[in-house]
C-alpha cells in the first residue's frame, strides 16, 4: 500500500529558492559579494550612481539613465514636517514620504525613488533639529548633495568618498527580507512606490539587518584599549552578544566589513577622529581572539554593522539615521529587483501548510 508524502512548510522559506537573479550573489561560505557581475571589491571604486546604472542594466533595462537628487513636492515636505512636529520615528517618516511620491512609469518611478531619498532623510533630519530643509544643487551627485543638504555646507572630498562606498556597498545583498517584500509587492503589477513602501517596512524590522549603532556604542562603552578584553570578555559571561560579530549568511569575513574598514581607514586618517578609529581597531582585534577562545568553531568575523557605525558617525550622522542612510543605498537595489520582477511576469504566490482543526 502507498503512503501519501506529506508536505512539510520551510519555516521562514529556509533553503527555498525564490527568484533568479543577475543582480547579486551572496556566497557566505568564501565571504564573497557579487553584484552586477563585479566583487563588491572592484564595485567600491566606483561612484554610487555609476552602481545604479549597472544593477538596473543587470535587469533589463536598456541604457538606464544617470541619477540625480530630486527636489521633494510640497506635499512631501509637508508631511516631513507633522511627522517632525510629532517626533515620528526617521524610518517611519521615510516610509510616510515615500508614499507620497508618483510617477507615470516604471523607470520615471525608480529614478525618482532613487533621487528622493536622500532628500528625504536629509529634510527631515534637519527639520528635527529645528531647521529648514534644503534643496538639491545640481553640481553634487547623490553622496555629496546627502551631506551639502544635512549640514548646509560643502561637504569634504573625503566624506563624499566615504559615503559613496557606503551606499555602493550595501546597494544590494540576494534576497533578504525587504527585497524579497519589494518583490512581492512588483509582482502583483502593483507600481515600484508601492513595493518600495513595503520594503522600507520590512527594513525597519530589528530582525532584518539589526540595527549598527549598537557595535558603535560597545566602542564608547570600552572607551580605552586596555579595558577592551575585560568587558567583552564580561559581556560572553552574562550571554550578552558581541555587536558587530557574526552573520547568519556569512561564516567567513564579511566581505563588507572589508571594504568599509578600508574606506573608514582612509576617511579617519584624512578628515576624522583617528583616535576613534584606532580604539575601534583594537576593539575589533580583541574581540575577535576572545570569541575564538570562548566560542572555538562558531566562525564569529566581523560583520557589516561593525564599520557601518564606525563610518557613518564619522560623518557625522545620529544614530537614528544610520537605517535610514542605509535605505539610501537599497533602494537601488529595490528597484533593480522590481525591474526583474517585471520582466519576469510572475506572480509570487507560495502555499501554506494547513495545521489547525478540522470540521467535524
Given at each position: 500500500m502507498?503512503?501519501?508524502?506529506?508536505?512539510?512548510?520551510?519555516?521562514?522559506?529556509?533553503?527555498?529558492?525564490?527568484?533568479?537573479?543577475?543582480?547579486?550573489?551572496?556566497?557566505?561560505?568564501?565571504?564573497?559579494?557579487?553584484?552586477?557581475?563585479?566583487?563588491?571589491e572592484?564595485?567600491?571604486?566606483?561612484?554610487?550612481?555609476?552602481?545604479?546604472?549597472?544593477?538596473?542594466?543587470?535587469?533589463?533595462?536598456?541604457?538606464?539613465?544617470?541619477?540625480?537628487?530630486?527636489?521633494?513636492?510640497?506635499?512631501?515636505?509637508?508631511?516631513?514636517?507633522?511627522?517632525?512636529?510629532?517626533?515620528s520615528?526617521?524610518?517611519?517618516?521615510?516610509?510616510?514620504?515615500?508614499?507620497?511620491?508618483?510617477?507615470?512609469?516604471?523607470?520615471?518611478a525608480?529614478?525618482?525613488?532613487?533621487?528622493?531619498?536622500?532628500?528625504?532623510?536629509?529634510?527631515?533630519?534637519r527639520?528635527?533639529?529645528?531647521?529648514?530643509?534644503?534643496?538639491?544643487?545640481?553640481?553634487?551627485?547623490?553622496?555629496?548633495?546627502?551631506?551639502?543638504?544635512?549640514?548646509?555646507?560643502?561637504?569634504?572630498?573625503?566624506?563624499?568618498?566615504?559615503?559613496?562606498?557606503?551606499?555602493?556597498?550595501?546597494?544590494?545583498?540576494?534576497?533578504?527580507?525587504?527585497?524579497f517584500?519589494?518583490?512581492?509587492?512588483?509582482?502583483?503589477?502593483?507600481?515600484?512606490?508601492?513595493?518600495?513602501?513595503?520594503?522600507?517596512?520590512?527594513l525597519?524590522?530589528?530582525?532584518?539587518?539589526?540595527?549598527?549603532?549598537?557595535?558603535?556604542?560597545?566602542?564608547?562603552?570600552?572607551g580605552?584599549?586596555?579595558?577592551?578584553?575585560?568587558?567583552?570578555?564580561?559581556?560572553?559571561?552574562?550571554?550578552?552578544?558581541l555587536?558587530?560579530?557574526?552573520?547568519?549568511?556569512?561564516?567567513?569575513?564579511?566581505?563588507?566589513?572589508?571594504?568599509?574598514?578600508?574606506?573608514?581607514?582612509?576617511?579617519?586618517?584624512?578628515?576624522?577622529?583617528?583616535?576613534?578609529?584606532?580604539?575601534?581597531?583594537?576593539?575589533?582585534?580583541?574581540?575577535?581572539?576572545?570569541?575564538?577562545?570562548?566560542?572555538?568553531?562558531?566562525?564569529?568575523?566581523?560583520?557589516?554593522?561593525?564599520?557601518?557605525?564606525?563610518?557613518?558617525?564619522?560623518?557625522?550622522?545620529?544614530?537614528?539615521?544610520?537605517?535610514p542612510?542605509?535605505?539610501?543605498?537599497?533602494?537601488?537595489?529595490w528597484?533593480?529587483?522590481?525591474?526583474?520582477?517585471?520582466?519576469?511576469g510572475?506572480?509570487?504566490?507560495?502555499?501554506?501548510?494547513?495545521?489547525?482543526r478540522?470540521?467535524?
Amino acid at each position: 500500500m502507498q503512503t501519501q508524502s506529506v508536505p512539510r512548510a520551510s519555516l521562514g522559506l529556509e533553503g527555498v529558492v525564490a527568484a533568479e537573479t543577475r543582480l547579486s550573489l551572496v556566497d557566505g561560505e568564501r565571504g564573497e559579494l557579487v553584484v552586477a557581475g563585479l566583487r563588491l571589491e572592484q564595485l567600491a571604486q566606483r561612484e554610487f550612481e555609476a552602481v545604479v546604472a549597472l544593477l538596473w542594466e543587470a535587469a533589463g533595462v536598456a541604457a538606464p539613465p544617470r541619477v540625480t537628487a530630486v527636489a521633494l513636492p510640497a506635499a512631501t515636505l509637508a508631511l516631513l514636517r507633522a511627522a517632525a512636529a510629532r517626533g515620528s520615528d526617521p524610518m517611519d517618516a521615510l516610509r510616510m514620504a515615500a508614499g507620497t511620491l508618483a510617477a507615470p512609469d516604471d523607470l520615471a518611478a525608480a529614478r525618482l525613488l532613487v533621487g528622493s531619498f536622500p532628500t528625504i532623510v536629509a529634510a527631515y533630519a534637519r527639520l528635527t533639529r529645528g531647521e529648514e530643509p534644503l534643496a538639491p544643487r545640481a553640481d553634487l551627485g547623490l553622496a555629496a548633495n546627502y551631506l551639502y543638504m544635512l549640514r548646509g555646507e560643502q561637504p569634504h572630498a573625503e566624506l563624499v568618498r566615504a559615503l559613496d562606498v557606503y551606499l555602493t556597498t550595501v546597494a544590494d545583498h540576494g534576497l533578504n527580507a525587504s527585497t524579497f517584500t519589494a518583490r512581492v509587492i512588483a509582482s502583483t503589477n502593483a507600481d515600484f512606490v508601492s513595493a518600495v513602501t513595503g520594503a522600507i517596512g520590512a527594513l525597519k524590522g530589528p530582525l532584518h539587518g539589526g540595527a549598527p549603532g549598537p557595535a558603535l556604542d560597545m566602542v564608547f562603552e570600552i572607551g580605552d584599549a586596555a579595558r577592551a578584553e575585560a568587558v567583552l570578555r564580561a559581556k560572553i559571561a552574562r550571554g550578552e552578544r558581541l555587536m558587530g560579530f557574526g552573520h547568519r549568511i556569512y561564516k567567513v569575513r564579511d566581505p563588507r566589513a572589508d571594504v568599509l574598514g578600508a574606506a573608514a581607514a582612509r576617511m579617519f586618517t584624512r578628515a576624522g577622529d583617528l583616535k576613534l578609529y584606532e580604539l575601534a581597531r583594537a576593539v575589533e582585534a580583541t574581540a575577535l581572539r576572545v570569541l575564538e577562545e570562548t566560542k572555538p568553531g562558531r566562525r564569529l568575523q566581523t560583520n557589516v554593522e561593525f564599520y557601518t557605525a564606525l563610518l557613518l558617525h564619522g560623518l557625522g550622522l545620529p544614530t537614528a539615521f544610520f537605517t535610514p542612510t542605509f535605505a539610501i543605498g537599497r533602494v537601488a537595489g529595490w528597484t533593480a529587483h522590481c525591474f526583474e520582477q517585471r520582466a519576469q511576469g510572475r506572480l509570487i504566490r507560495p502555499q501554506s501548510l494547513y495545521v489547525g482543526r478540522m470540521p467535524s
